[in-house]
């Protein structure tokens, strides 16, 4: 399985963004996908998870209200629409699948993940 994810750039403060996540292999189907962040010098860092199933959904603290993921059947792909971005959001942005059947408690460990994309950069600038 190979996970693209794309719809990274500059943006001001304030402003959106939506990333999408596609896979290319295999559908979805079965697996749970989340998306993470990290930033130079930092740990990578969980902000949301979809279960394709279901569509049952966890977020981080810093994605509450800010951040929505959802799933397109149609398209096979995974989306985060991201709003009122703060400079602090700026990170590359991966997408990944797990096909373990996670529980909500497990989505948040990137251990759990299977297959990882290859990033998108998200830069806010202020």
């Known amino acids: 399985v190979q996970l693209q994810a794309s719809g990274g750039g500059l943006v001001q403060a304030g402003g959106s963004l939506r990333l999408s996540c596609a896979a290319s292999g295999r559908t979805f189907a079965g697996s749970s996908v989340g998306w993470w962040r990290q930033d130079s010098g930092k740990e990578r860092e969980f902000i949301a998870f979809v279960r394709w199933s279901d569509g049952g959904t966890s977020y981080a603290d810093s994605a509450k209200g800010r951040f929505t993921i959802s799933r397109d059947r149609a398209k096979n792909t995974v989306n985060l629409q991201m709003n009122s971005l703060r400079p602090e959001d700026t990170a590359v942005y991966y997408c990944?699948?797990?096909?373990?059947?996670?529980?909500?408690?497990?989505?948040?460990?990137?251990?759990?993940?299977?297959?990882w994309g290859q990033g998108t950069q998200v830069t806010v600038s202020s």
């Open positions: 990944a699948a797990s096909f373990r059947g996670l529980i909500m408690s497990s989505a948040r460990q990137p251990s759990q993940y299977d297959y």
